[in-house]
């Protein structure tokens, strides 16, 4: 694996495409659904970043302020990329740009079957589970408590 390179991308750009993209792949079409058809008005608000290496594009993530709060819309790694550092990069990047903007508690929802990548980093599940067919659960970590 090359060096890999994290970047704030602008909506719109070539890059963003291919994240844009690269979320649709992993986490929409196999569950028979296309991130083109959802409710895309959070984007415009959202923060997006992408984990690049050789200008390829091989992991993405996007958050934005809800209620006080840094909410992790999507977090996605290329399947060949897991297991070697991409999403926690993504993620501590999303962190630090939150407590740069004075945001003090992070939530997302995560499939169940990662929980354990997010409790690594300090992640810490509330509430039940959500049946689905991908079952999720709420997970939150107070930021600067590394």
Known sequence: ???ITIKKLE???AVYWAAFNLRNEILRKPRGQNLYHDDLSYEALSSHTAALE???????SCWYEDGGNGLVKHLVVEDAARG???GTLLLRYAEEEM???GISKCVLKARVSVTGFYEKL???????????DVPHIMMEKCLGED
């Open 122 to 132: 300090g992640y810490h599940t509330v509430g039940d589970i959500m049946p689905d």
């Open 11 to 13: 909506i719109g750009t």
């Open 99 to 101: 407590v740069s903007r």
């Open 84 to 86: 070697k550092g991409v």
């Open 54 to 60: 050789d200008d390829k594009v091989i992991g993405a």
């Open 1 to 3: 694996m090359g060096e």
